[in-house]
């Protein structure tokens, strides 16, 4: 999604839950298209390509959603929103070239690359960024985020929204929830021996406290999953799904 002209960088100032204005060119941040009530419309990483030229990178999925929903707020502002299509390639590593977005979503040093080929052996396997992305609690849009979920259950007001700015969608609710409660769930990563139902429901002596959301294989045996769990829930208590018993990992990767 490309963002252009010259209300472009204050536009997307007021309708986004992070800092955009003050990006220099070639800089990118994350950041949340969120309703009224602070629900997910859309997660996205905003990349500077020029004073006046903005790129969204968004789920596949998202694009026309997105374009609806920033084209409708748009206004009177000066700013043209085009979909575009590019091929962005995530590589594992630090030595990110000149160009590319720094990736935070694994828990480990990666960066994409928009439109240009990787280094050879550089890519991973779907099936171990999955449990890279588990053991990081990313939420992903279809399994962790939906119009259910508030920013801060996600733990994506930690790094796609700025409490020191401007008025935007969503706002009240985020800022309240921060500094004045908490969320009543948050994403934790379970150890399943077998596979977990999807979506299926987690249970605490005897009640309801919580629903996977993802799964993939572990390394060594067993499987990993990601899930809501309530949070009075102690950090050490066994979850069931079904018949399926879960530990809970206190396993969470620094963000480069």
Request: glycine share 6%; net charge negative.
């Amino acid at each position: 999604m490309a963002v252009t002209g010259p209300d472009a960088a204050s536009y997307l100032e007021r309708i986004l839950s992070n800092e955009v204005e003050t990006l220099e060119l070639g800089e990118s941040c994350e950041a949340l298209l969120l309703t009224p009530k602070a629900r997910v419309i859309a997660p996205m990483v905003v990349w500077r390509r020029a004073a006046d030229d903005f790129l969204l990178l968004t789920e596949p999925e998202l694009a026309e959603t997105l374009h609806r929903e920033l084209v409708r707020s748009r206004f009177a502002a000066k700013a043209q929103v085009e979909l575009e299509e590019h091929l962005s390639t995530l590589v594992l590593g630090e030595d990110a070239p000149a160009g590319a977005i720094l990736n935070r979503d694994y828990g480990v040093p990666a960066y994409e690359l928009v439109d240009e080929e990787p280094p050879v052996g550089a890519t991973a396997t779907a099936e171990e960024l999955e449990r890279l992305r588990i053991l990081a609690r990313t939420p992903r849009v279809g399994k962790e985020l939906d119009d259910r979920v508030l920013p801060a259950e996600a733990g994506l007001d930690e790094r796609a929204v700025s409490f020191g700015k401007g008025c935007y969608p969503g706002q009240e609710p985020v800022a309240r929830l921060h500094y004045r409660g908490h969320p009543n769930r948050t994403l934790r990563v379970l150890h399943f021996e077998e596979e977990p139902a999807a979506d299926g429901e987690l249970t605490y002596e005897g009640k309801a406290v919580g629903r996977v959301t993802s799964a993939t294989r572990d390394l060594d045996s067993g499987f990993l999953a990601l899930a809501y769990v309530r949070r009075e829930v102690p950090a050490d208590a066994e979850l069931i799904e079904g018949s399926r018993t879960s530990r809970q990992l206190d396993f969470a990767p620094s963000r480069p």
